[in-house]
């Protein structure tokens, strides 16, 4: 696998030298969020032009570091048809601007549908569901023209809050340029993480072919709730997830999530052990 680690979850610094330390410390790719990674100048759609993207690319080609996914996560279920259209020219800027720096995916997530951007009953709907596949088509479409790939990521609080309903999407957008960006702990809740197992079989099993990128953290469950936690930290099982990644997807981008500084190389180590007991 090539494992990675998303820029803002290393030390607070420019661009010019976050890239540098993400490779000194053995990861070989980023996510990255433009707004929360950039902050010696203000991220908005008329920055993303096509010398940043090149002075970006030539700083990871320094550097040894792929662009597994740019993040653009923004709600495509937005009630408000204003907000909605502004999110639009976004997701084209990022889109474009993917297409000159070179990444593996634009990643976003599948939206509520509400302006707060919230879990509500009403996301797990079949017409939630209709709304964002409606609302994701003509971001895909971009993204055929530009020759980009976009991923959904499900999470369980969004509209895509399974793997079947992925699967769902995937089929009725039916496009080469969508793919999946699967965290596993993003699709459990309290009521089904004991099923864990089940959940990242049926993933590799429904979404296999479209799998782009695996996003790696941990839970442990606080209040009743699940609490996401650094990979190792938890009780996630990662020799199975491994033992699928192995086997299905050969040098896929792998991303740390919910990482801090000091604990980078803790967590990296509990991923890349687990990969090298994993057993084709």
Known sequence: MRIGIRAHDMEKLPLEQVIPKIHEKGFHCMHIALKKSIREFQVT????????????KELCADNKIDVAVLGC?????????????KTYKTYEA????????????VGTETGAVNEEYKYEPANHTEEALNI???????????AEKMGVIVAIEPV???????????????????????????????????DNYMR?????????????DEIAVVHAKDF??????IKSVRAGAGQFNYDL?????????????????????EDVFEAKAHVEAAYERAVL
Do not use: W
């Not at 759609?45 to 970006?56: H, K, Q, S, V």
């Not at 964002?132 to 971009?142: D, K, Q």
């Not at 442990?220 to 709730?225: A, L, P, R």
């Open 45 to 56: 759609d008329a920055t993303l032009t096509p010398g940043l993207a090149m002075y970006m």
């Open 73 to 85: 996560y923004l709600n495509l279920a937005n009630p408000n048809k204003e907000a909605l259209a």
């Open 94 to 105: 990022n889109i474009r601007f993917a297409s000159i720096l070179g990444c593996g995916v």
């Open 132 to 142: 964002f596949i409606n609302n994701l088509r003509p971001v895909v479409e971009y």
């Open 156 to 190: 369980y609080k969004h509209i895509v809050c399974d793997v079947k309903r992925a699967r769902k999407v995937l089929d009725a957008i039916n496009s080469p340029n969508l793919r999946i960006i699967f965290d596993p702990v993003n699709v459990l809740s309290p």
């Open 196 to 208: 864990q197992d089940e959940i990242i079989t049926e993933a590799f099993e429904l979404l296999r």
């Open 220 to 225: 442990v469950i606080e209040n009743g709730e």
């Open 241 to 261: 997830l491994m033992q699928n990644v192995k086997k299905y997807k050969p040098y896929i981008h792998v991303t740390l999530e919910d990482t801090k500084p």
